[in-house]
């Protein structure tokens, strides 16, 4: 026969484990992550989050240097597209990333035109009242793209104003992201829902 007090610490370690492996659960997720220096850590994982659309700068359009070459694959985080579907609006801590993807060839069965190739870069643009508190619309913007190379940078500092911020608060339709190029987040702006019928 046990007695009382063995069993209880037994059922102690049993409750704590439950309540550890809930609390696993409910760790809200991090989307948006800087180190002590206040460099912005490369967001992973995006290709999971919400997909908004693919602008398409080709070099062959622009000189053989497009500013940003190529098809630009645009992501939202889950929770900021949630609360854009709710308000309209981009919350504290969106994370917009947007992947860069060469062109691979320009005829396919279904005709002439631009197919993707291979990821070549990464740029994103995040909203952070901590870390910006100064910058219109809290936005910072950062490049973890390496020139003619397949690899990222791990981790990119902020960049300036005018190298990015300027461009978009003159010319973005909704507070400095080009919702303009977005039927995605056009239709889904404060209506609650995707917006997937007519
Ligand atoms: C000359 C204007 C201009 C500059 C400078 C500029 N952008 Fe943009 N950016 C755009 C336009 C236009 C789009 C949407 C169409 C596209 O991708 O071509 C865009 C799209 C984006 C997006 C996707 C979200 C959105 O608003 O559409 C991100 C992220 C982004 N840019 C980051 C950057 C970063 C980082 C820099 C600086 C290194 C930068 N941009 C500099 C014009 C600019």
């Known amino acids: 026969m046990f007695s009382l007090h063995t069993i209880k610490p037994a059922i102690m370690v049993a409750m704590l484990s439950v309540a550890g492996s809930f609390s696993a659960f409910a760790e809200p997720m991090k989307f948006l992550n800087f180190d002590q220096q206040g460099q ?6 995006y290709r999971e989050w919400i997909f908004i ?7 062959d359009m622009n000189n053989g240097k497009a500013a940003f070459p190529e098809f630009h694959n645009v992501y939202i985080d889950p929770v900021s597209w949630t609360y854009w579907k709710r308000t309209g609006e981009f919350k ?4 917009i990333v947007k992947e860069l ?3 691979s060839g320009k005829q396919a069965v279904s005709g002439n035109g631009y197919f993707q190739g291979e990821y070549i870069g990464l740029e994103a643009m995040v909203k952070s009242r901590q870390q910006f508190p100064k910058a219109p619309g809290n936005w910072g913007f950062f490049r973890f793209t390496i020139e003619n190379s397949d690899e990222l940078h791990a981790r990119a500092a902020a960049q300036a104003e005018h190298n990015c911020s300027t461009c978009h608060q003159h010319n973005a339709a909704k507070d400095q992201v080009f919702t303009q190029y977005y039927p995605v987040l056009r239709a889904a702006e404060a209506r609650g829902q995707a917006g997937s019928g007519r």
């Open 53 to 59: 659309g693919a602008p398409l700068t080709p070099n």
């Open 40 to 45: 912005l850590i490369r967001p992973t994982g």
């Open 101 to 103: 993807v060469s062109v």
């Open 92 to 95: 504290d801590e969106t994370v």
